[in-house]
C-alpha cells in the first residue's frame, strides 16, 4: 500500500525566505510526527499530531516554525525566514499506534 | 527527561560475523522497543519491534530486551555489506512519540 510521502524531495531557498513543507501520511493513521535530521545527526522531533487533541509542539525550535494538520490527513510544516541552520532533512511520519513509519523526507537548503 | 542512548560507532565487523548493536534506555516504563535502519541519504525504515514480554528474531535479525539492565539489543547474524548502515533505537512510553537515540553506524567488511 502507500505509504507516507513528502513533497517536495528537495527544495532549496534563499535566506529569509518562507517555505513550506508537506506531508500525506498513511491513510488511517491518526498521529502525525515532523523530525530535522541535520548532516550526520541523529533525529530531532519537532511536532506531533494526535487525531483532534491539541498538538505537542514541544520540540518546534523557535517561533518561525509552525506547522498545521488538516483533520487526520495533510500536514504542512512552515518555516519563516528561514536561516542557514535551518538547512536540514525535514522527515515527517505517521502511525496508528506506537509503530512509526516514515517518508522520504525533505532536504532543504537554505543559502 | 527520557532518554535513550547508544554508541555512536562506528561498529565494524567482517562479513559473515555477528553484529551486536546494544542501547540503553532510562524510563523503567517503556512499554516497546523498536529497531530502524537508515541508510545513508534515506529514511529510517523499521526493522523489528518487541514489547516488554520478550524477545523476538526474524530472519538474522534478533532483538532482545534486558528489563533489569534497562537496554535492548539487535543482533545480525551473517553480517553482510549490505547491512552498513545506522541504526537507531527507540523506546514507546505510552501516548508519546517515540524517544530515539542518535544511532550506531555499522560498517561490514567485506
Known amino acids: 500500500g502507500a505509504g507516507v510521502s513528502q513533497s517536495p524531495s528537495n527544495k532549496v531557498t534563499e535566506k529569509g525566505k518562507d517555505v513550506e513543507l508537506r506531508c500525506d501520511p498513511i491513510s488511517g493513521h491518526t498521529a502525525l510526527y515532523w523530525y530535522r535530521q541535520r548532516l550526520g545527526q541523529g533525529l530531532e522531533f519537532l511536532i506531533y499530531f494526535q487525531g483532534n487533541s491539541a498538538p505537542d509542539k514541544s520540540g518546534l525550535p523557535s517561533d518561525r516554525f509552525s506547522a498545521e494538520r488538516t483533520g487526520e490527513s495533510v500536514s504542512t510544516l512552515t518555516i519563516q525566514r528561514t536561516q542557514q541552520e535551518d538547512s536540514a532533512v525535514y522527515l515527517c511520519?505517521?502511525?496508528?499506534?506506537?509503530?512509526?513509519?516514515f517518508g522520504p523526507g525533505t532536504r532543504l537548503l537554505v543559502l | 527527561q527520557k532518554e535513550v542512548e547508544q554508541n555512536s560507532g562506528p561498529l565494524s565487523v567482517p562479513e559473515g560475523a555477528i553484529a551486536s548493536l546494544n542501547c540503553t534506555y532510562s524510563?523503567?516504563?517503556?512499554?516497546?522497543f523498536f529497531w530502524y535502519r537508515q541508510y545513508s541519504g534515506k529514511s529510517p525504515e523499521l526493522i523489528m519491534f518487541i514489547y516488554s514480554n520478550g524477545d523476538k528474531e526474524d530472519g538474522r535479525f534478533t532483538a532482545q530486551l534486558n528489563k533489569a539492565s534497562q537496554y535492548v539489543s539487535l543482533l545480525i547474524r551473517d553480517s553482510q555489506p549490505s547491512d552498513s548502515a545506522t541504526y537507531l533505537c527507540a523506546v514507546y512510553l505510552g501516548n508519546t512519540p517515540l524517544v530515539f537515540g542518535k544511532g550506531t553506524r555499522l560498517s561490514v567488511i567485506a
Open positions: 524510563d523503567r516504563g517503556s512499554q516497546s
Open positions: 511520519a505517521s502511525s496508528t499506534q506506537e509503530t512509526q513509519y
